[in-house]
């Protein structure tokens, strides 16, 4: 059914939402993110799933966004660029507000996107040994459609720590910045992220649902203004000369012409 996640669910209603792109650490290409955001929508309707866990297979959580993808977007048209910003923000949105609650299970590194999708679960345990950063800027770009996740999840203060410096923290760090709720040995992370799963099972899931709705009203706004203005925020830096030399230079392997 999907070609670049996988979707299981046990007898409990316990769903896996694993991110497989492991040869690409689970980049968000364009076909991702559409599956994406038909998984999410459809967990969330099922009245058999309970919770749901996202996880990635392989070595990463998430990279971020696609280099490939990215690079097509500057070649493309201002309405392209557009689409294509839109579908990345209604994956995030479809997540962030599905009525099931989402443990993330962060098994390994989550750069710039990846931050973002750690950031619409409910909770997320990460592996010690996992590295986090929001890399947007080191390409000319800014962490735009996952801004308002990642600001809801850490607070302005403790975001603005990390949001524009690109610079990779650990997974202690991670905790510390509100984005992950622990830190475990990897050899611990199933049983963690169990012990996070269980107590849903005993409860009404109408009620999970309505609560979950009713703390995202009571949070920060992410609404339609919110989003279409991320959205509009990404498609002005494609279109900006910083991210065309970014994204040249990483896959030119050199320096990019800000470095000294």
Same mark, same amino acid.
């Given at each position: 059914?999907?070609?670049?996640?996988?979707?299981?669910?046990?007898?409990?209603?316990?769903? +896996?939402?694993?991110?497989?792109?492991?040869?690409?650490?689970?980049?968000l *290409?364009?076909?991702?993110?559409?599956?994406?955001?038909s998984?999410? /929508?459809?967990?969330?309707?099922?009245?058999?799933?309970?919770v749901?866990v996202?996880t990635?297979?392989?070595? *990463?959580? $998430?990279?971020?966004?696609?280099?490939?993808?990215?690079k097509? +977007?500057?070649?493309?048209?201002? @309405?392209?660029?557009?689409?294509? @910003?839109?579908?990345?923000?209604?994956?995030?949105? @479809?997540?962030? /507000?599905?009525?099931?609650?989402?443990?993330?299970? =962060?098994?390994?590194?989550?750069f710039?996107?990846?931050?973002?999708?750690?950031?619409? $679960?409910?909770? %997320?345990?990460g592996?010690? /040994?996992?590295?986090?950063?929001?890399?947007?800027?080191?390409?000319?770009?800014?962490? !735009?459609?996952?801004g308002?996740? =990642?600001?809801?999840?850490?607070?302005?203060?403790?975001?603005?720590? =990390?949001?524009? *410096?690109?610079?990779?923290?650990g997974?202690? &760090?991670?905790? /510390?910045l509100?984005?992950?709720?622990?830190?475990? *040995?990897?050899?611990?992370?199933?049983?963690?992220?169990e012990? &996070?799963?269980?107590?849903?099972?005993? $409860?009404?899931?109408?009620?999970?649902?309505?609560?979950?709705?009713?703390?995202?009203?009571?949070?920060?706004?992410?609404?339609?203004a =919110?989003? %279409?203005?991320?959205?509009?925020?990404?498609?002005?830096?494609?279109?900006g000369? &910083?991210?065309g030399?970014?994204? !040249?230079?990483f896959?030119e392997?050199? !320096?990019?012409?800000?470095?000294?």
């Amino acid at each position: 059914m999907y070609e670049t996640i996988s979707v299981t669910a046990d007898e409990r209603g316990v769903a +896996q939402l694993v991110l497989n792109r492991p040869e690409k650490h689970n980049a968000l *290409s364009s076909a991702m993110i559409a599956e994406l955001t038909s998984a999410a /929508t459809r967990l969330g309707r099922d009245p058999a799933v309970r919770v749901i866990v996202l996880t990635g297979e392989g070595a *990463s959580f $998430c990279a971020g966004g696609d280099l490939g993808w990215m690079k097509e +977007q500057m070649a493309a048209d201002g @309405a392209t660029r557009a689409g294509e @910003a839109t579908k990345l923000a209604m994956m995030l949105n @479809a997540l962030n /507000t599905c009525p099931k609650p989402v443990i993330g299970r =962060v098994q390994g590194n989550a750069f710039g996107g990846g931050v973002g999708m750690a950031s619409v $679960c409910d909770v %997320a345990i990460g592996a010690a /040994t996992a590295k986090f950063g929001l890399t947007e800027t080191k390409l000319g770009l800014i962490p !735009a459609t996952i801004g308002p996740y =990642v600001l809801a999840r850490m607070g302005e203060a403790m975001a603005r720590r =990390v949001f524009m *410096s690109a610079r990779i923290f650990g997974a202690e &760090e991670a905790v /510390t910045l509100g984005l992950l709720a622990r830190a475990v *040995s990897p050899d611990d992370l199933d049983a963690a992220v169990e012990a &996070e799963v269980a107590p849903y099972l005993s $409860c009404a899931p109408g009620a999970v649902a309505a609560a979950k709705a009713l703390a995202r009203r009571l949070g920060p706004p992410i609404d339609e203004a =919110v989003i %279409a203005e991320t959205i509009q925020a990404l498609v002005r830096c494609w279109e900006g000369p &910083e991210a065309g030399e970014g994204i !040249a230079a990483f896959f030119e392997k050199r !320096a990019p012409a800000w470095k000294g």
